[in-house]
Nanobody, 117 residues
């Protein structure tokens, strides 16, 4: 089991970019799929990107073409590059396995992304 720590969030104007990072406390190599989730105020947490070990990332339609997820097993880190950000992308972003909590202990604190002018 690993614990995860997300970072890289902040305030950005519409159309801007941010890159999020998620560091694991141990090896992620055995985790079949790593994902980025987000939870907007008053909404349920949703999966926005899932990166399988050695495979291609699947994206939610709402972020397809704008977000790019990647994983570096050597560094035990996953990333989410977010471009062309929109106000509706405002949320707390989390990383976890897909399905969640498979080889992962709970949820991290997340990192807040606010898209606003």
């Amino acid at each position: 089991q690993v614990q995860l720590v997300e970072s890289g969030g902040g305030l950005v104007q519409p159309g801007g970019s941010l890159k999020l990072s998620c560091a694991a406390s141990g090896s992620m190599a055995r985790i079949l799929s790593m994902g980025w989730y987000r939870q907007a105020p008053g909404k349920q947490r949703e999966l926005v990107a899932a990166t399988p070990r050695g495979g291609s990332t699947n994206y939610a339609d709402s972020v397809k073409g704008r977000f790019t997820a990647s994983r570096d097993n050597a560094k035990n880190t996953v990333y989410l590059q977010m471009n062309s950000l929109k106000p509706e992308d405002t949320a707390v972003y989390y990383c976890n396995s897909v399905p969640s909590e498979r080889g992962v202990t709970g949820w991290g604190q997340g990192t807040l992304v606010t898209v606003s002018s």
